[in-house]
């Protein structure tokens, strides 16, 4: 007798009349070489998603995890419960703040590509994600970002330059070249410094939003990882901290479908959706469309105004897609089809808001095509000032001895005797 | 005082000094921690300050980094220092690096107590001495107390230190010295002049050891229970050593240390962790590179032994007098 679903497993205990067990290894619903189908995905309306309360109860909004909170259409209308209803210089600042991130990282790829730095990543077709979160957000509310949301800084109007010398490990970097690139920090613009351990973030950011609660303060705090680092302890140990003590935090899953090259459903995305994470732990899940811009906003205002009334945290997913590699280290060609991102059905943040501003009439196509022109001669302009301060390995970095600094409050003596027995080898060496 | 006393005394007098100290772990709030560390502080400070947490040690060191990067100083309390290892990451990848990686922007200002060491039959998961993990790990302070006294001024220090400290408190001498013998009644430290802990404010510096006792025979590196019981069994044989309390593996009283050891002319190391990679391997390695020509016979070491700790054979696994007086003997033949 043979089990036509049976793949070769190892045939056991004979006498027993009970079929094989089978273990299910998640694959993808397309490879390389094969047509990528997302007619599986089922768009809902607009006005599908109802808007409760700020302060409701977790467990009466149960259907929002499973939903998708939609503010414009196929055709760039906005609608639906949801709807923000911005100002058009809001609407156009979101326009250009998505356009100049991606302006951004069009100009540091290349300079990884030229040798200037080891290593970059885009946040290509996310771009939503960052900036409807960081405009929704009160300027000194905490972040505590994942390596993709390069949005939230120039949002924050962060100086890009600043930015580029990070990349570049140079001597203007404040971090003094001890980070990967991109993986900033900058308090005063209420970003917390990135990890590369994912999701070590998580608790820390509900860490700081409990005592912002504990103090009587009234700032709160916002954090994001990719749905493949759901899986790690530390997204679950965040998520019981914020149940129980109702902490005033964000949490935002940036489900972009790809952890590297392992898709979604190693992180047990075919069971249930990421916003039904918070359904266990009784928090408010809501489950966005990430490349609608309107609809992370509006997401994100609500959590933040359900944060700062104590009726505890949100858990966002922004369904969306990584349009390019993980980084630059990643060839996306050897493991998914091709055709992926142009088939992806909820299309692309900027071309969407974009739309929508023209069909209001405060934008058109020639104007955008101008911005755009402008801000690559922006991004061109401050990547040159920042190469002045030097690129990474051609000698402009911060002086040797730095390299001890900072491990400690105050330099205790081994320190200070590998310090001197450092710069002591170097001399020696005629160097 | 006993030790429990001088550390919740050392706790609630920050407490009262500074507004931003809190105090987290399982079990420290309300019922004041499984040792009464903690007693009495949640009823003085309310629940912001003083709350129990859910059970995931690296939950509560994870919360812990993100309440110092908003400006507190948290107190977490891991219950055995066994159950420190799924905090892990959150200690060394993320609190001992952040000063670093920031370059100053964040810290994670947090002094992480837990009860760790042996001899009080706790088996496998109840006895484990593990700071030479964070010894290994740059951007992270290491205090060990072996007193009342102690415990309460370096417990003090740490708190107001702004680098992220793991403070060890040696459970086997809680409520009294131990000299080793397990057979023996147990010691209270009634009446011990170490116990004479004042009620207030008072600090000892980081990075400072202690002179047990000054002698010329030999010297003897040790800290936490091991003070205690290598005190003793040198008392018992009669030896004039200079016993060396380190009180902190991270800062290192090297200066302390390269005294005594080339004033001596010999070195014995105890500590109860593992012996490979263990901090008395860091120990004779800057012995050997600072006092080579002073030694006049090799460096000894008494630690554990590199098995998971035991349960019914603990006596064995301890390094105890039996232990510590052959090594002595043996570095006082040449």
């Known amino acids: 007798m043979t089990d ?32 990528a189908d997302f007619t599986h995905f089922d768009i809902p309306a607009v006005d599908a998603a109802p808007r409760p309360d700020e302060a409701a109860a977790p467990g009466t909004m149960r259907d929002l995890a499973y939903g998708l909170v939609r503010v414009l259409d196929a055709d ?66 905490m972040c505590f970002p994942s390596y993709r ?89 965040a998520c019981t901290f914020a149940s129980v003590y109702r902490a005033p935090v964000i949490l935002n899953v940036v489900n972009n479908q790809w952890a590297i090259s392992s898709f979604s459903g190693f992180a047990g995305g075919e069971a249930t959706t990421f916003a039904a994470r918070a359904v266990g732990y009784g928090i408010a899940g809501l489950r966005v469309d990430g490349n609608d811009v309107l ?26 897609y990584r349009v390019e590699g993980h980084s630059t280290s990643d060839d996306p060609t050897a493991y998914r089809s091709a055709e992926e991102s142009s088939l992806w059905p909820l299309g692309d943040p900027i071309a969407r808001l974009k ?72 001399k020696a060496a005629g160097l | 005082m006993n030790m429990i006393q001088a550390i919740n005394s050392a706790m609630d007098v920050m407490m009262e000094r500074d507004p931003d100290v809190v105090v987290m772990g399982e079990d420290v709030g309300f019922f004041g921690g499984v040792f009464r560390a903690t007693a009495g502080l949640q009823e003085k400070y309310g629940k912001n300050r003083v709350f129990d947490t859910p059970i995931t040690e690296c939950g509560i060191i994870g919360v812990a980094v993100g309440m110092g990067a908003y ?29 670093y990686r920031s370059a100053g922007e964040f810290i994670a200002p947090m002094t992480v107590r837990s009860p760790f060491g042996g001899g009080i039959f706790g088996g496998q998961t109840h006895s484990q001495s593990p700071e030479g993990i964070f010894t290994h790990c740059s951007g992270i302070k290491t205090v060990i107390p072996s007193t009342p006294y102690d415990a309460k001024g370096l417990l003090i220090a740490a708190i107001e230190d702004n680098d992220p400290t793991i403070f060890f408190e040696p459970k086997r001498i809680y409520n009294g010295p131990f000299d080793g013998h397990y057979d023996t009644p147990a010691k209270s430290w ?121 349960h019914s054979l603990e006596w064995a696994y301890f390094p105890g007098p039996v232990r510590i007086r052959e090594a002595i003997n043996k570095i006082m033949k040449d």
């Open chain 1, 149 to 237: 949301q390069q949005g939230i800084l120039i949002a924050r109007d962060w100086p890009i330059i600043d930015m580029m010398n990070q990349i570049y490990s140079n001597k203007g970097d404040r971090l003094k070249g001890r980070q990967l690139p991109i993986m900033y920090s900058a308090r005063e613009a209420g970003f917390f410094s990135i990890s590369g351990n994912l999701t070590t973030q998580y608790p820390q950011a509900v860490g700081w939003a409990m005592a912002s609660a504990a103090k009587g303060d009234t700032r709160i705090a916002a954090t994001w990882c990719g749905e493949g680092s759901t899986a790690e302890g530390d997204f679950h140990n």
């Open chain 2, 71 to 99: 400006g507190l100083r948290p107190v977490p309390e891991i219950q055995f220092a066994d159950y420190i290892y799924p905090a892990l990451d959150q200690l060394v990848s993320e609190a001992a690096r952040l000063r």
């Open chain 1, 4 to 35: 036509p679903d049976d793949h070769g497993a190892v045939q056991g205990h004979e006498g027993r009349n009970l079929p094989p067990l089978r273990l299910h290894v998640p694959e993808p619903p397309a490879r390389p070489g094969e047509s």
């Open chain 1, 76 to 141: 760039g209308v906005a609608g639906g419960q949801w709807n923000p209803k911005l100002p058009p210089e809001t609407l156009l600042r979101m326009l250009r703040t998505m356009a100049l991130t991606r302006a951004f990282d069009a100009r540091m790829f290349r300079a990884q590509r030229q040798g200037k730095t080891s290593f970059y990543m885009k946040s290509t077709g996310e771009e939503a994600v960052s900036i409807g979160a960081a405009l929704a957000l009160s300027r000194d509310d």
């Open chain 1, 295 to 320: 609809a992370v906003y509006a997401a994100t205002r609500w959590a933040a105004d359900r944060a700062r009334a104590n009726a505890g945290p949100t858990l966002i997913e922004h369904f969306t």
């Open chain 2, 190 to 310: 009634a009446g011990h002049a170490d116990a004479q802990v004042p009620t207030g404010y008072y600090r000892i510096p980081l990075g400072k050891a202690r002179t047990v006792r000054a002698g010329e025979a030999l010297t003897i590196l040790c800290y936490g229970t091991m003070v205690h019981v290598v005190e003793d069994t040198v008392r018992a044989m009669g030896l004039d050593a200079d016993i060396v309390d380190l009180r902190s593996l991270v800062p290192l009283d090297i200066e302390a240390i390269e005294a005594s050891v080339k004033k001596t002319g010999r070195c014995l190391i105890v500590h109860e962790a593992t012996r490979t990679s263990g901090f008395g391997a860091e120990l004779m390695a800057q012995v050997q590179e600072r006092c080579f020509y002073h030694l006049e016979a090799p460096i000894e070491r008494v630690t554990g032994f590199d098995t998971p700790y035991p």
């Open chain 1, 355 to 426: 739309q929508h501003c023209i069909a209001l009439g405060i934008w058109d196509e020639e104007r955008h095509a101008a911005m755009d022109k402008e801000l690559a001669e922006h991004v061109r302009d401050a990547a040159r000032e920042a190469e002045k301060n030097g690129i990474l390995g051609h000698g402009l970095h911060h002086p040797m001895e730095s390299l001890f600094e900072d491990v400690f409050e105050e330099m205790p003596w081994h320190l200070k005797e590998q310090q001197q027995q450092m710069l002591d080898e170097w």
